[in-house]
Structure formats: structure tokens, C-alpha cells
T-cell receptor, first 112, second 114 residues
Framework: KQEVTQIPAALSVPEGENLVLNCSFTDSAIYNLQWFRQDPGKGLTSLLLIQSSQREQTSGRLNASLDKSSGRSTLYIAASQPGDSATYLCAVRGGSNYKLTFGKGTLLTVNP | SQTIHQWPATLVQPVGSPLSLECTVEGTSNPNLYWYRQAAGRGLQLLFYSVGIGQISSEVPQNLSASRPQDRQFILSSKKLLLSDSGFYLC?????????????FGPGTRLTVL
């Protein structure tokens, strides 16, 4: 059974700092991995999707990497802003089905 | 562009009452549709998914059921709510045949069972 772990559970940083969020998964036979952002009381916003054959994806100040063999992904946020404050969720999709397995998320607070 | 709607946004229901949550998608055809629940302190849990009208797969045994009466409509129901059904319910869609299989989520419904 796939398990996804996100460390740390919460992170507080000053504005302007570069930061890394971590995601690990137990079964390396994944189809792809997706990073989401969730604001309080809201739905999920898709940030980046990495196929199993890819090593990284970039969108603006966000860069996600994938090391499938070690079961790890990182989300790098450059020059953080208060508007980046949210919960960030990592989810992996198995190789043979539609199911996404989610981590519990990292609550990020960027202080002005 | 594609849009996903959920209603109601919030709902407070007594134990034992029925439930009907609705999700509709605009701007795409033949989507895969999903229902998730997010409970406090827990990760998102997939409840149901559907690859077509009338085709429902259940991921976990529970007090809930799902139906897909139309291509872009997905409904989550219960005949009698339990306290444990409280949570944040999210509907999502992905494009069938899209190799990226990216999932897009709706705004969610906050359900409180008292």
C-alpha cells in the first residue's frame, strides 16, 4: 500500500527566503506526482505535475523535483512571499490506476 | 476553459438525515470524476471515482454512495448521516485519454453532522 509522508508538518519563514518542502513515498512504481496548494477552507489548486520519466518541472518561482528510485520529491519555492502562505500537498498516482495518494501536507507561513 | 462547481458550499445536518452533494464540470466532455473527503488531521481520502455515466467505483466501504446521472454531473449521497461523515468533501476531474492525468479540484463542501 502506497504511503506518502510530508516533512515538515509546518514551516514558518521570513519573506524573501528560499525554501524546500519534502515529500516521500514508499512505492516507487508511480505514474506521476502532483503538488497542490490549499488555502484555508478552499479547494486544491494544482501547482505542478511530474511524470515518472521526468526529473523536474518548473512554474514561475516553483520548482519540483522527482527522484523515483529513492521515493522522494521536493518543492522549491524561491523568494517566498506572504501570499505563498498555504498548505502544500503532495500526491502520487500508482502505475496502474486512477488513484491519487495524498500526504497530510505542509502548512507554510511566510511572515512579512 | 474548464470549471468545476460544487454545492452547497456549507451544510449542517442532524445525525440520521439524508445527504445529497452535487458536482458539475463545464468545458470538457467525458471526464473522469472523483469524490474525496478531507477530515481534520487526516489526508485526503478517495471515496469514489467514475469513468463514465453510471460507472462508479468505490474505494472504501462506508455510509455513502455516489451516482453519475449525466456525463458532467457527479452526486454524493447518504440515506442516514453519521457523526463520522463530517468533513470537507472535494470533487475533482481529470481528462480521459490525457496522458498527464492531472486532477483539478472544486471549491469543496464543508459538512457538519450534529
Amino acid at each position: 500500500k502506497q504511503e506518502v509522508t510530508q516533512i515538515p508538518a509546518a514551516l514558518s519563514v521570513p519573506e524573501g527566503e528560499n525554501l524546500v518542502l519534502n515529500c516521500s513515498f514508499t512505492d516507487s512504481a508511480i505514474y506521476n506526482l502532483q503538488w497542490f496548494r490549499q488555502d484555508p477552507g478552499k479547494g486544491l489548486t494544482s501547482l505542478l505535475l511530474i511524470q515518472s520519466s521526468q526529473r523536474e518541472q518548473t512554474s514561475g518561482r516553483l520548482n519540483a523535483s522527482l527522484d523515483k528510485s529513492s521515493g522522494r520529491s521536493t518543492l522549491y519555492i524561491a523568494a517566498s512571499q506572504p501570499g505563498d502562505s498555504a498548505t502544500y500537498l503532495c500526491a502520487v498516482r500508482g502505475g496502474s490506476n486512477y488513484k491519487l495518494t495524498f500526504g497530510k501536507g505542509t502548512l507554510l507561513t511566510v511572515n512579512p | 476553459s474548464q470549471t468545476i462547481h460544487q454545492w452547497p458550499a456549507t451544510l449542517v445536518q442532524p445525525v440520521g438525515s439524508p445527504l445529497s452533494l452535487e458536482c458539475t464540470v463545464e468545458g470538457t466532455s467525458n471526464p473522469n470524476l472523483y469524490w474525496y473527503r478531507q477530515a481534520a488531521g487526516r489526508g485526503l481520502q478517495l471515496l469514489f471515482y467514475s469513468v463514465g455515466i453510471g460507472q462508479i467505483s468505490s474505494e472504501v466501504p462506508q455510509n455513502l454512495s455516489a451516482s453519475r446521472p449525466q456525463d458532467r454531473q457527479f452526486i454524493l449521497s447518504s440515506k442516514k448521516l453519521l457523526l463520522s461523515d463530517s468533513g470537507f468533501y472535494l470533487c475533482a476531474w481529470s481528462a480521459r485519454g490525457n496522458l498527464r492525468d492531472e486532477q483539478f479540484f472544486g471549491p469543496g463542501t464543508r459538512l457538519t453532522v450534529l
